[in-house]
Nanobody
Framework: VQLQASGGGLVQPGGSLKLSCAAS????????FGWFRQAPGKEREWVSV????????LYRTNVKGRFTMTRDNAKNTVYLQMNNLKLEDSAVYYC?????????????????WGQGTLVTVSS
């Protein structure tokens, strides 16, 4: 099982990044996915989640309207398009997978985790 996150980098406030998470080793279609982030000295927090069935998404309040999570079942990949990035969005971003359709926002509910990709928003 592998979740390979990529796309992080250094961006100025107001800029955009698109994260990708390529999955392998399990049945992609029957897993829901989440993006989480962890800033230095802080707990890991959920950012967005997407269901395994109809692509329903949830976003934490302070990213709603700026971030968009999607999934491509043909490519076994989930994405996180991040626009209008703010300083407080800086963190290591992780993708995770959980079997079923549940829109889980608690890290402990996830079965698989990627290695993380660093997003730094700085002027």
């Amino acid at each position: 099982v592998q979740l390979q996150a990529s796309g992080g980098g250094l961006v100025q406030p107001g800029g955009s990044l698109k994260l990708s998470c390529a999955a392998s080793g399990f049945t992609f279609d029957n897993h829901a996915f989440g993006w989480f982030r962890q800033a230095p000295g802080k707990e890991r927090e959920w950012v967005s989640v997407i269901s395994s069935t109809d692509g329903t998404t949830l976003y934490r309040t302070n990213v709603k309207g700026r971030f968009t999570m999607t999934r491509d079942n043909a490519k076994n990949t989930v994405y996180l398009q991040m626009n209008n990035l703010k300083l407080e969005d800086s963190a290591v971003y992780y993708c995770a997978a959980v079997r079923g359709a549940l829109l889980a926002t608690v890290p402990g509910m996830y079965d698989y985790w990627g290695q993380g990709t660093l997003v730094t928003v700085s002027s």
